[in-house]
């Protein structure tokens, strides 16, 4: 009988929710999708220390800011990584811009040029965004200039709404993310299929199908096998190479457990704007503080990278 992980991206595609590039050469995902966390690991591995090296030898020929380098090191693994994949590659805007409609297309358009001097066609890359309001804003403007986008951070079906009506290519529902405030506050103890984050999902997925929503729904966040087989079927799930090993060594039958055709229990359509938004977030506890704990963790991050790559730069001047 083929794997567990086998069976799934017969049901799914499989995404490598990893910077490192052996794993992903092991797993053969067809997409990968990198953050400031997993780029700030990756990048302190010796394998990947000539793409540190090239992005500080650059910014040192010219003089450039420490947050440029910064940018050009995540476009170093992004083009990497599109050489070993045959689809998508996320690479993530600041964290730091997520409530800045403006500096965030600004941003997102300034990586896609890196990556096309490099020959990586808009086609292949994904811009992750802060699924916040004015993130959605920057999504919509962004996929009118044919960027597609990445909203990160979903932890509700409002956000799940408004990246919708802003045409968003594909959104990011984080599941493990849920499961850990629910825990965290007295909840549990839960089974796969009592999951919060499990749950979350599939009512975003059956939202999107029953009216006919082209945005891509894409499981992240994962903190066990049992989460990835309850949403087997949903459109793309991104794993980490742990998980991923995992499934490849369960050879047990593998049930689909979301299609477009099974889609049901959808809510009523939502007629979203600014106000309404922003009001479903206040009362969904859970949704904003971790969206918040979200965007707080990686800016962290992003901050001990551009430490990283600024001490690089110092010890190379």
Not at 2 to 28: N, P, Y
Request: charged share 20%; hydrophobic share 45%; with cysteine.
């Amino acid at each position: 009988m083929a794997s567990k992980l086998e069976q799934l991206a017969s049901m799914s595609t499989v995404v490598s929710d990893t910077g490192d590039m052996e794993a992903i050469r092991t797993f053969k995902p067809t997409d990968a999708t990198t953050n400031p966390t997993l780029i700030l690991k990756a990048s302190q591995l010796p394998a990947y220390a000539h793409l540190v090296e090239e992005a500080v030898s650059w910014g040192r020929k010219g003089a450039a800011s420490t947050h440029a380098v910064t940018d050009r090191l995540a476009v170093n693994f992004g083009a990497e990584l599109t050489k070993i994949v045959p689809g998508r590659v996320s690479t993530e805007v600041d964290a730091d811009l997520s409530f800045d409609t403006a500096a965030t297309i600004v941003k997102a358009r300034s990586l896609i040029a890196d990556y096309a001097s490099r020959g990586v066609s808009r086609e292949r890359i994904l811009i992750k965004v802060a699924a916040t309001w004015e993130g959605a804003q920057a999504a919509a403007a962004l996929q009118k200039d044919g960027i597609d986008c990445n909203m990160t951070l979903v932890f509700s079906l409002t956000q799940a709404v408004a990246c919708a009506n802003a045409g968003a290519f594909l959104i990011s529902p984080f599941v493990g993310r849920i499961l850990d405030w629910h825990v965290k506050n007295g909840g549990g103890p839960y089974t796969a299929e009592t999951d919060p984050g499990v749950l979350s999902v599939r009512a975003i997925y059956a939202y999107y199908k029953a009216y006919d929503i082209s945005t891509v729904v894409m499981g992240a966040s994962f903190r066990n096998i049992g989460e990835i087989e309850a949403l087997a079927g949903c459109d793309r799930l991104t794993i980490s190479p742990q998980l991923l090993d995992q499934l490849s060594k369960d050879q047990g039958a593998l049930a689909r457990k979301l299609s477009p055709d099974a889609a049901k229990g959808a809510p009523p359509r939502i007629a979203l704007d600014e106000k309404l938004f922003r009001w479903m977030m206040n009362e969904d506890a859970m949704a904003t503080e971790k969206l918040a704990e979200g965007i707080r963790t990686f800016n962290h991050d992003l901050g001990a990278l551009r430490n990283l790559v600024g001490a690089r730069l110092a010890a190379a001047a």
